[in-house]
């Protein structure tokens, strides 16, 4: 049984929600900290493969680094960025085709 409150309501996607506002207001801590604190070694123009992999599973995730980094980190805001829509793309094509595949396998059964 899911979890749901008093009327009825899935209070999952209440949940969802509060998770992403924290993870933007935690990316955006972290990148004016970066902006009062510059790295001093390092190539800010190079990202890293791993904002890449979570923004391909968790898009939204992905636009939110991509918009917060813009500036301040433009490597890590590329690949987050093209992660996200990548994994849009894949997370909305794939679905789709294998729900019509299904559809039309049980039609013509």
Request: glycine share 12%; aromatic share 10%.
């Given at each position: 049984?899911?979890?749901?409150?008093?009327?009825?309501?899935?209070?999952?996607?209440?949940?969802?929600?509060?998770?992403?506002?924290v993870?933007?207001?935690?990316?955006?801590?972290?990148?004016r900290?970066?902006?009062n604190?510059?790295?001093i070694?390092?190539?800010?123009?190079?990202?890293?493969?791993?904002?890449?992999?979570?923004s391909?599973?968790?898009?939204i995730?992905?636009?939110?680094?991509?918009?917060v980094?813009?500036?301040?980190?433009?490597?890590?805001?590329?690949?987050s960025?093209?992660?996200?829509?990548i994994?849009?793309?894949?997370?909305?094509?794939?679905p789709?085709?294998l729900y019509?595949?299904?559809f039309?396998?049980?039609?013509h059964?």
């Open positions: 049984m899911a979890a749901t409150g008093e009327t009825g309501i899935s209070i999952l996607p209440i949940i969802v929600f509060a998770l992403i506002i993870i933007a207001v935690i990316a955006g801590l972290i990148s900290y970066n902006k604190h510059p790295r070694e390092g190539d800010k123009t190079r990202g890293s493969i791993g904002y890449g992999f979570l391909f599973f968790v898009p995730v992905g636009l939110i680094l991509f918009l980094w813009r500036e301040t980190e433009p490597g890590n805001s590329k690949v960025g093209i992660g996200a829509l994994g849009l793309i894949f997370w909305s094509v794939v789709t085709v019509l595949l299904v039309n396998a049980i039609l059964a």
